[in-house]
């Protein structure tokens, strides 16, 4: 397993195997009849769906009951006032995906001052430390996925183009690092190409940007965008206007599967594994409520995804078969 | 870059004159405290100054004026109108944290008050001096691109490994110092004034840590505290009376200079208990198929660095455990004899090696609580840092904030709004950037024939 980003305090990175639970932990885990809530960013998304399962599925394995699954919609406020009236329901363990770096803060530290765990999720604010105001962060190795999709775009761009970058402007662990990888990568290894940042502050504006970024810079033959969801949103806008841009992202979501059998205009896609990330999460917490040391950041290798291995890439990801017309596109039965 | 837009030109008021320059002194301790939390009302600006009312109001309106206080805040009423809070402007202007590790960068902003607004880590070989200098450069842009609302730079603040000799009574650099082998003549430091055109200071990853950790880590509060930074190389640092220890000339902690022995070979404790024992021990572990881990990890990966070995220890890899286990003791007797002498209340090991692995630090524990006096251990807490590299960015965030308010300083740029027009700084920026073009004038002129 190789992890190239470090983590938010530049730790190095622990594999998921760290957390791994064995038949005896279960077995006390069961005992503690423990109780979790989980706070997410948002629950819309692919990715965040996948991630929640694999926490749920992970933690009933081990006979902790989930109390709540709160979906703040990308909103402070709601996450504040998620973590406020969880803290009055006393948990063992609360997993959150902070929203932001600052507003949120308090919030957080209210609920490691409580005495109750904090797993974090993809996100640690500033100011916050490992093993004292919360337990592990758990990522995807995100500076990974942005050196990912870099090189899928890379592909598609010709010589002296620009590459547009969608990045997104609340400072976010996750998508800080990505952005800073794609253009470090390009640095390197693209010298000719010229990237162009917009940042969107709510997934509903990243279509927009992204048409501005382009009638601002006529030179940009490709995009990447931080994540899939507001992908969506920018491919609708930018297909009206040049329907065969490519265009990479992070996360093998419903429509980037579409797309990318289709061939355009997503190109490749850097994937995470979200069902395993709930895993370790999961494991992360029971660990810590059977008073184990935890790492400080634990983080899963991205996926390299193309049209070439979409189908078993959104196998391992969605743990679930391609629909048959995706087969189809992609010449792997034929159309009867 | 360092536009300052946010200082509006200062406006004279109707009234008795103002002496600005003999007001210098008091706007300097006025500013002080209430920047150190000292003092957040007239009231008691007023008792802890001995200043009076008349001057307390006067020097408020200034430094308001400046955008260096504010009293747009109510404070609680204890009978009658609640109080106007006086308030330090810590969002004036940001400082630029940098951090330079032998196989990582770090780069952080901090508030005027030395607290982490947002930071970012990656790997990087620092040998190749020119791509970390660029890298440096470009991850400050990045930043600074982040915070668009508060455009203002005030300075650059570097965390460097190996210790860093300068004249403590200079405010702020104007040459690189030498600071490692490979970075002499990098003209690093002159590069990052020309190019933010702020005040540039440096100092060791151990002082920066130890600084961080006792701001806002496990020292927070400690009067007496040792820091070891395990990675290639074993630095210290002391802290003593709740303040950093500096020595004679600031190369205070060089532990891994000192010799120790294993198995009948006596070296330096870098050498023998550092990364680079560590690496090179699994490699050949690796190698000789002594550990089936490793020896699968080399496989894979095509390289093992000392990380890796303390991950597979941790893993129960028996082989790498020894190999930690062995560098436990041989830092562990070191850091007895220190602790011995200084009878220290907490003890806080970090780096990559030490914040990777539980099996060091127990190994430590067991020989430093195994060779020491009872008086000493009785009370002693010896912990892993869960700071990582923040403790470096946050320490470096300190010692600028200190330097920028340091009275003597100062005084000579208060009035001016920013340190960015401090008379010393300007000169030596003019000075710098004229040598610059002297040089590239005379590689431009065709060779005398």
């Not at chain 1, 957390?19 to 809530?37: E, F, N, S, W, Y």
């Not at chain 1, 190795?141 to 002296?160: K, T, Y």
């Not at chain 2, 791509?131 to 609302?149: E, F, H, Y």
Request: with cysteine; hydrophobic share 45%; net charge negative.
């Amino acid at each position: 397993m190789t992890i190239f980003g470090l983590g938010p305090h530049g730790e190095r990175a622990s594999p998921p195997e760290r957390v791994t639970l064995l038949p005896q932990d279960i077995t006390a885990a069961r005992a503690k009849k423990l109780r979790v809530a989980i706070v997410m960013h948002t629950l819309e998304s692919d990715w965040a769906r996948h991630v929640v399962q694999g926490i749920i599925g992970t933690l009933g394995e081990c006979g902790a009951i989930v109390i709540d699954v709160v979906d703040c919609n990308f909103s402070s406020k709601a996450q504040i006032d998620a973590l406020d009236r969880l803290r009055g329901d006393n948990p063992d363990a609360i997993i959150s995906l902070p929203v932001n770096n600052t507003a949120v803060t308090n919030a957080h530290l209210a609920v490691s001052g409580a005495g109750i765990k904090l797993v974090l999720i993809d996100n640690a604010p500033t100011g916050m430390l490992p093993g004292k105001d919360y337990v592990s962060l758990v990522s995807a190795d995100n500076f990974g996925l942005g050196e990912i999709a870099a090189e899928l775009l890379s592909a598609g761009l010709p010589q002296g183009a620009s590459a547009g970058m969608l990045a997104y402007d609340s400072d976010f662990f996750a998508t800080n690092e990505r952005e800073i990888a794609f253009s470090r990568w390009m640095e390197i290894n693209r010298p000719d190409v010229a990237v162009k940042t917009a940042r969107f502050s709510t997934i509903d504006s990243a279509g927009n940007e992204a048409v501005q970024l382009i009638s601002d810079h006529s030179e940009i033959l490709g995009l990447f965008v931080v994540w899939d969801t507001p992908c969506v949103k920018v491919i609708s806008a930018v297909s009206k206007r040049n329907p065969d841009m490519p265009i990479t992202t992070v996360d093998l979501g419903q429509e980037m599967t579409e797309s990318l059998a289709k061939g355009v205009p997503v190109i490749g896609i850097a994937g995470q594994r979200p069902f395993q990330q709930g895993e370790a999460v999961a494991h992360t917490t029971i660990t810590a409520l059977l008073d184990r040391p935890c790492p400080d950041w634990i983080a899963l290798p991205g996926l390299t995804v193309s049209r070439s291995n979409v189908v078993e890439s959104y196998q391992a990801i969605w743990r679930k078969a391609v629909s048959r017309h995706i087969l189809v596109q992609l010449k792997v039965l034929s159309n009867k | 870059m360092n536009t300052d837009k946010s200082a509006p030109k200062r406006q004279r008021r109707k009234g008795r004159q103002r002496n600005s320059e003999a007001a210098t002194a008091s706007l300097v301790a006025i500013l002080n405290h209430v920047r150190l939390s000292e003092a957040t009302t007239r009231h008691e600006l007023e008792r802890v100054s001995e200043y009076g009312r008349a001057i307390i109001a006067d020097r408020l309106a200034i430094l308001s004026e400046l955008v260096l206080v504010s009293e747009s805040e109510t404070g609680v009423a204890t009978g009658g109108r609640a109080p106007r809070l006086v308030q330090f402007t810590k969002d004036r202007a940001r400082l630029v944290v940098v951090t330079l590790d032998q196989s990582a960068i770090g780069v952080g902003l901090a508030d005027l008050q030395g607290k982490l607004i947002m930071e970012h880590h990656e790997a990087i070989n620092i040998a190749n001096q020119t791509l970390t200098a660029d890298r440096v450069c470009t991850l400050i842009n990045w930043l600074m691109t982040r915070q668009p609302k508060i455009p203002n730079l005030w300075g650059i603040s570097i965390s460097v490994p190996g210790p860093v000799l300068t004249d403590p009574n200079i405010p702020f650099l104007l040459e690189t110092p030498n600071f490692l082998p490979n970075w002499d003549n990098s003209g690093f430091v002159e590069a990052l004034m020309q190019r933010f055109k702020v005040p540039v200071w440096m100092h060791s990853n151990v002082e920066t840590m130890t600084m961080g950790e006792l701001n806002g880590g496990a020292g927070i509060g400690q009067q007496t505290m040792l820091f070891i930074k395990v990675g290639q190389r074993i630095g210290a640092g002391l802290v003593s009376n709740g303040k950093p220890y500096h020595g004679a000339a600031g190369a205070v902690g060089l532990i891994g200079q000192l010799p120790v022995t294993s198995d009948d070979t006596t070296g330096s404790l870098d050498a023998m208990a550092g990364a680079s024992m560590i690496k090179a021990k699994g490699i050949k572990a690796a190698q000789s198929g002594e550990s089936a881990y490793l020896a699968e990890l080399l496989e894979r990966e095509k390289n093992i660095t000392a990380v890796e070995v303390c991950q597979a220890a941790q893993m129960g890899d028996s082989v790498s455990t020894e190999i930690v286990v062995q560098s436990g003791r041989l830092i562990g007797g070191v850091v007895a004899t220190l602790a011995n002498m200084l009878n220290p209340q907490l003890i806080v090991f970090a780096g990559s090696i030490a914040q990777t692995n539980d099996i060091l630090l127990a190994s430590i524990r067991e020989t430093v609580y195994g060779a020491s006096h009872p008086l000493v251990t009785r009370d002693l807490r010896i912990l892993r840092s869960q700071m990582g590299n923040s403790a470096a960015l946050l320490g470096a965030a300190g010692i600028a904030v200190s330097a920028l308010f340091e009275p003597v300083f100062l005084k000579d740029w208060i009035l001016l709004g920013t340190p960015t027009q401090h008379p010393d700084f300007v000169y030596g920026l003019e000075t710098l950037n004229s040598i610059t073009r002297q040089a590239d004038d005379e590689a431009q002129a065709p060779p005398s024939s």
